[in-house]
C-alpha cells in the first residue's frame, strides 16, 4: 500500500487492483463501456459546460447528487495525467488504465473531490455503488449507477439539461459532440 502526504495528512494511493474491475468491464468504443463497465442499472452521458464560470456550479451540483445517491463511504479519485493537467499527487505512483493511461488513484472524501482542482477524471466510492468517468478526450462524462442516481441527473434543474439516459449498447456521443 503507498501513501503520500498532502495538506499535513497522509494519504492512501489506490494500485492496480484497485481499478482491475473497470479495466475488465470497459473497451475502446464509443459505447458507455468505453469508460464504465456494464454491472450498473442505469447509465447517463452529463455534457460538461462549454463556459468556464459554469464549471464550479455544475462540479458542487454533481458532487451533492453523487454524496445523496446512499454511499457515505469514501471516494476513490482518479486524475489522469495528460501533461496539461493537476494530477494533485505528482509523486505518487500511476495505476493504467483503459487503453494504458496513468491514473494517480487517491482514498479521499467527497469534499475533496471539487477541492483539489476541477473534478477528478474518474470518481467511485469504494462500495462501488457508482461510477463517474470523464475521458481525456471527451467533452461529457459517462455515469453508471442505480436507476434513482440517474434520474436525479436528470430532474436537476442545471445538470438535467446536459444528461441523457444511454442503454450499454448506444452510442454515447452527445448529438453535436464528437468522439476523438
Given at each position: 500500500?503507498?501513501?503520500?502526504?498532502?495538506?499535513?495528512?497522509?494519504?492512501?494511493?489506490?494500485?492496480?487492483?484497485?481499478?482491475?474491475?473497470?479495466?475488465?468491464?470497459?473497451?475502446?468504443?464509443?459505447?458507455?463501456?468505453?469508460?464504465?463497465?456494464?454491472?450498473?442499472?442505469d447509465y447517463a452521458t452529463?455534457?460538461l459546460p462549454e463556459n468556464?464560470?459554469?464549471?464550479?456550479?455544475?462540479?458542487?451540483?454533481?458532487?451533492?447528487?453523487?454524496?445523496?445517491?446512499?454511499?457515505?463511504?469514501?471516494?476513490?479519485?482518479?486524475?489522469?495525467?495528460?501533461?496539461?493537467?493537476?494530477?494533485?499527487?505528482?509523486?505518487?505512483?500511476?495505476?493504467?488504465?483503459?487503453?494504458?493511461?496513468?491514473?494517480?488513484?487517491?482514498?479521499?472524501?467527497?469534499?475533496?473531490?471539487?477541492?483539489?482542482?476541477?473534478?477528478?477524471?474518474?470518481?467511485?466510492?469504494?462500495?462501488?455503488?457508482?461510477?463517474?468517468?470523464?475521458?481525456?478526450?471527451?467533452?461529457?462524462?459517462?455515469?453508471?449507477?442505480?436507476?434513482?442516481?440517474?434520474?436525479?441527473?436528470?430532474?436537476h434543474p442545471d445538470l438535467?439539461?446536459?444528461?441523457?439516459?444511454?442503454?450499454?449498447?448506444?452510442?454515447?456521443?452527445?448529438?453535436?459532440?464528437?468522439?476523438?
Open positions: 500500500m503507498n501513501w503520500v502526504s498532502r495538506d499535513g495528512r497522509d494519504w492512501q494511493i489506490g494500485a492496480a487492483a484497485d481499478v482491475a474491475w473497470i479495466d475488465a468491464g470497459t473497451s475502446v468504443g464509443t459505447t458507455i463501456t468505453s469508460g464504465i463497465p456494464p454491472v450498473f442499472d452529463v455534457v468556464p464560470s459554469e464549471q464550479e456550479r455544475h462540479d458542487h451540483a454533481l458532487i451533492s447528487l453523487l454524496r445523496r445517491s446512499g454511499s457515505s463511504q469514501r471516494w476513490w479519485l482518479g486524475y489522469l495525467e495528460t501533461g496539461g493537467s493537476d494530477i494533485v499527487f505528482p509523486e505518487a505512483p500511476r495505476v493504467r488504465l483503459y487503453p494504458g493511461w496513468p491514473y494517480v488513484l487517491v482514498l479521499a472524501g467527497p469534499e475533496h473531490a471539487a477541492s483539489w482542482r476541477l473534478l477528478p477524471d474518474l470518481m467511485f466510492p469504494t462500495d462501488r455503488s457508482w461510477l463517474v468517468s470523464t475521458l481525456w478526450d471527451d467533452t461529457w462524462s459517462c455515469v453508471g449507477g442505480p436507476v434513482s442516481l440517474v434520474d436525479s441527473l436528470l430532474s438535467g439539461p446536459r444528461v441523457r439516459r444511454v442503454g450499454v449498447d448506444e452510442n454515447t456521443t452527445p448529438p453535436g459532440h464528437q468522439a476523438i
